[in-house]
């Protein structure tokens, strides 16, 4: 897994490299990059293969999201289909048909740029860590202080903004009773952001506040952070993303210095997760 990651963020250098110009919209690049470690770890292909069914996904995901709240009559739903329904189920059919040729084809064969500070921080850990060497997976697992900076930018800006789960029997929380099949909606980004849990300064980008791990941070409520949710339903990606973050930065950082563009607009939206809505404009100055 490791290999393919790290030659993923090697292809993307390589990119950034043969690129005359100093701005570049790493948005774009980082949902290329994503999208080819996952072909590559997941189906032995690279990016470009994977295209079709990226496009398919991103498509989906802008019909997920705007659907997310609307609420269908029973039985009538199966009868009469909203064009984002009928268009729904032929995006899934070509899914699945694409994952399938894919398989069957291998079974032949934004935070950082403007807190210097902490970008220093960071790459001082990666250059005592792996000096200009590809990351190790020795040495990932003690990258301390870019784990604080990954839970501090996933605490303000967490990709999953809400989860919902499903009341199994009736509960009281406080002085309310929540009733059996209930479904809750538990608001990720209001508790990251919450004074209470996090204290006056709960909107600043302070990293420190992780030094001693989650439970201080959260002042022993360590379900207060949960941008990878919770329980036994949490992310089954967290080990594969938080891993996939941790060489794309610490190979970026080893080749660049980078500040923000004046012409970044600071307007995240959600579109089935937390995005940029007119990109992430860095500005790169190669080391
Ligand atoms: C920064 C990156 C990621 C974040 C913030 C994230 C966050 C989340 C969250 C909040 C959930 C819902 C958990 C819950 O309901 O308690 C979830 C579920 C899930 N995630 Fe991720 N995720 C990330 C990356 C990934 C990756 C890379 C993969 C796959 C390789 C992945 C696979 C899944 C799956 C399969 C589930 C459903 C688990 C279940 O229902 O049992 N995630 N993720």
């Known amino acids: ?23 570049t919209e790493v948005f774009q690049e980082f949902k290329v990059l994503t999208c080819e470690i996952i072909s590559r770890t997941a189906f032995g292909s690279s990016y470009l293969e994977g295209k079709n069914i990226f496009d398919l996904l991103a498509r989906m995901a802008s019909i997920v999201s705007r659907n997310n709240f609307k609420v ?13 329904d009928t268009e729904s189920e032929e995006l899934e059919q070509g899914i699945r048909d694409s994952i399938i040729k894919l398989i069957n084809r291998r079974e032949e064969g934004l935070l950082m740029a403007i807190h210097s500070d902490w970008q220093d921080k ?65 608001p990720i980004l209001a508790v990251h952001d919450n004074s209470q849990v996090w204290g006056e300064d709960a909107h600043f980008f302070k990293p420190e506040r992780f030094a001693d791990g989650v439970a201080k941070a959260t002042k022993n409520n360590t379900s207060g952070f949960f941008s990878f949710g919770s329980g036994p339903r949490s992310c089954v990606g967290l080990n594969f993303a938080t891993t996939e973050i941790k060489i794309a930065l610490s190979m970026i950082l080893q080749n660049y210095k980078f500040t923000l563009s004046p012409t970044y607009l600071h307007s995240p939206v959600h579109i089935l997760t937390i995005c940029p809505q007119y990109g992430l404009q860095i500005m790169l100055e190669a080391l």
Do not use: H
């Open 72 to 84: 269908g009559i029973p039985g009538i739903r199966k009868f009469l289909k909203t064009r984002d």
């Open 122 to 186: 960071a790459r001082e850990e990666v250059l005592k860590l792996f000096g200009k060497q590809n990351p190790s997976p020795d040495g990932i697992g003690r990258l301390k202080i870019m784990s604080m900076i990954i839970n501090e930018s996933l605490r303000l800006y967490p990709s999953v903004f809400n989860i919902t789960r499903e009341v199994q029997k009736e509960v009281r929380l406080g002085k309310i009773i929540i009733p059996e099949k209930m479904a809750v909606c538990l």
């Open 1 to 23: 897994m490791i290999p393919a990651m790290v030659a993923s963020v090697e292809t993307m250098l390589e990119r950034w490299r043969q690129n005359e110009v100093k701005e």
